[in-house]
C-alpha cells in the first residue's frame, strides 16, 4: 500500500486532524513502516504500554509528506511469548534502542537481534560491549562520571593509537521512572514534570505535554498565551545555543569565547527573569496557556536584550570565522554525510546541520508560527563547523522571532480554562525544541487523572548517529564533537 | 587577534560581589575551623550529576561565567574527586547511579565537604523518592549544606558552597 492509502485508512485523532491513528496487527505493523519508510517517512518515536494502561501495546508515530500518523499495535495477552512484535531496525536504526527501552519498562519484545537491557541496567551493572579486536587495538572505559559539568553516561572506545575505531554508547544512568511517576499526577499538574524530564528543554516538553492535552479538549489558546509560549521556546532555544558556542569555542582551546557567550547568555536570562519572573521557563507554560503576563517595561527591555545579543554574536562570529586554531578544530571534525544523516534518521538540530532540513516550525506551521514565520536554517557538511553555522544562525532567527513577538504581542488574556479529557482519551503533542522535535503522547484515566505519559526526546535518533561521527576521528577531539551534538541523557534515559 | 583584544577592553571587567553564607543552607557541621580556613582559600570541586534533569547543571556552569566569576573567588572545578575538596552533588540520585556516586565519594580524600543541589537533590523534588528514584543526596551520602531551588540560581549556589566553607558562629 501507498502513504496515502495508509493514511486514509487511520481515522483523526480527537480534535486534531493533523494526526491520524490507526490499529493495526504484526503483519500491518511492519508493513506500514516499510511503505512509510520507502515514501520517505520519518519515525518520529515508538513506545508501548503494559496492562497497566489498559492494555499492552505499543506505538510508532511517523512523520510523512500527508501528516502524521500514529500507529498502535495492541496485544491481547499479558506480556509474554504471544507480544513479540516485528522490529523495525532495519528501516529506521535507531529504534532498536527504544524497543530494548520498551521491553526493559514494559515486558514486550520486538524480533531484532539486540536484546541487551537498555533503560533498566543489569543488577550487577555489567554490560555487554561489542569488542573490536584485532593488532594494537585497545578499549577506553568513560564515564559514567564525567570529568566536567554534564550529565553521566558511559561512553566505550576501541582504538588505535588515537584513532577512534568504534564508539558504543551506554546510557540510562539517569533513568529515574519518569513514566510511572507520571501516573502519581493529575492531567494538570503532570504539566511541571513533563518541564523536568529535560531541564534544558523545559519550555519543549511542557509546551508539547500541553498540546497533547488541549487539542482534544479543544480549548482555544488565547492568541497572546500562544505567541509568549513561541518566545519562551525561542528564548530557551538562544540560551542552550550561546552556551554551546562558547563551550564549543573552549573544547577547541579558545576560552575567549566562552568568557563572552555566558556573560551574553547570563544577561538574557536576567531579562528573562525580568520578563517572566524566572531565568530558566520550567513553569511559565501551563495547560491552558501560560503562568503570568508579562509586564510591559520588562517586554521592552528584553526586546533590547534580544537585539544586544543579536548584535554581539555577528561580532563573535566574526572573530570566530577568523580564528585559524577554531576553524582547524571545527571543519571536518565529526562529519555526519547528508545520505548517512538520512539513513540514520538523523533530526533536528544536528540533522538540518547535515542537509535534513526539518524544522516542525516551518515544516508544520501550528500556530503561532504560521503568522510568525520561521526561516529555515541549514547547511550540508555536517561537521562540527556545520553544527557552530547552525547556532550561529538560529541565534539570529530566533532573536528576530523574539523582537518580532514582543513587538507585535496582541492584545488579550494569557491562560484559559481546560476542562478534564475524556477517559481513555489519547493525545499527541510536537514541538521543535532547541535540539529537535519533542514528542509528547499523553492518555488520560478518569477523573482527570494520567493514563499513561511518554515523553520522547530527539536524543534517542541523534546519539546513534554520534557513535558514527566520531569513527576516524582522534579520541582528544571527542569532548568537541560530543558538544556539538549536544544530546540529552536524563530526557533519554527517563 | 585585534578584534579579539579589542573586545576585551571594551568589555572590561564584569564580575559581581559574591553573597554571603546563609546558615539555613547548613545541614551539619563536622570539620573544624582551621581546616575550613585553609580550604577556603583555594577550593578543589568536583560536580556529580546523580540522576538530575540537567536544569541544575545549567546554573553550576553559569557559576564560571565572568559576573559569578568562582575561579576570582578560589573556587575551582577539578576532573577527579581525587583532586577535589568539596563535591556538589545534583539529584534524585538514580538507582542507577549510587554506585558511582559512593565510588567518587569514597575517592574524595578526607576532609571532605558535600553540598546537595536542587530541589531535588535537597529532598528528592518532583521526582520524589521511590521506584528508580532513590531521592535526596543524603539518603546516599552524607550532606553538609544543602541548596533548594528548582534549579537554584547561581548567586545561591554560591551561598551555599561558602556556607558548607564556613564555620557556624560561635565556633
Ligand atoms: S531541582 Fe529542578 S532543575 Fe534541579 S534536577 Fe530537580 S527538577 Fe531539575
Known sequence: MNLKTWIGAAAPLAADPGIRRIVVGGE??????????????????????????????????????????????????????????????????????????????????????????????????????????????????????????????????????????????????????????????DVEQGCRLAARVCGDSAVAYSWAYCRALEDRVGVEIPRRANWLRALALELERIANHLGDLGALGNDAGFAFGLTQFSRLKEGLLRATEAAFGRRYLLDTIAPGGVCGDLPAAAGAALERELAYVAAETVALRDIYDEHAGLRDRFVGAGAVAPELAARLGLTGLAGRASGQAYDLRTDLRDAPYDELRAAKCGAETGDVAARVTLRFDEVAESCRLGRRILGDLPAGGVRTNVPPPAADSLGIGIIEGWRGPVLVALAAAAGGRIRRCHPHDPSWQNWPALEHAVIDNIVPDFPLINKSFNLAYSGHDL | MLKTLRRIHRIGLVTEAAPCEDQAMRVREVLGRRILQIMGRALCVRMVDAGSCNGCELEINALSNPIYNIEGLGVRFVASPRHADLLLVTGPVSIHMRDALLRVFEATPDPKLVVAVGDCGCNGGIFGVGGASLGPVSNVIPVDAAVAGCPPTPTRLLAGILTALSPSEGR
Open chain 1, 28 to 185: 500491518d505493523w511492519r508493513r506500514i513502516a516499510e511503505d512509510l519508510a520507502a515514501a520517505g517517512g520519518r519515525l518520529l518515536a515508538l513506545w508501548g504500554q503494559d496492562a497497566g494502561a489498559g492494555y499492552p501495546a505499543v506505538f510508532a508515530a511517523y512523520a510523512t509528506a500527508a501528516g502524521l500518523l500514529l500507529a498502535e499495535l495492541p496485544f491481547e495477552a499479558p506480556p509474554g511469548d504471544a507480544s513479540i512484535y516485528p522490529g523495525l531496525q532495519d528501516l529506521f536504526p535507531f529504534a532498536s534502542r527504544m524497543q530494548r527501552a520498551v521491553y526493559d519498562l514494559y515486558g514486550l519484545r520486538s524480533t531484532d537481534a539486540d536484546t541487551r537491557p537498555w533503560l533498566r541496567h543489569a543488577p550487577d551493572g555489567g554490560y555487554e560491549f561489542v569488542r573490536v579486536e584485532g593488532d594494537g587495538v585497545h578499549e577506553i572505559p568513560v564515564g559514567p562520571v564525567h570529568a566536567g559539568i554534564i550529565e553521566p553516561g558511559h561512553f566505550r572506545f576501541s582504538v588505535v593509537g588515537e584513532k577512534v575505531l568504534r564508539l558504543e554508547e551506554r546510557l540510562g544512568f539517569t533513568h529515574k521512572g519518569i513514566e510511572r511517576r507520571f501516573l502519581d499526577f
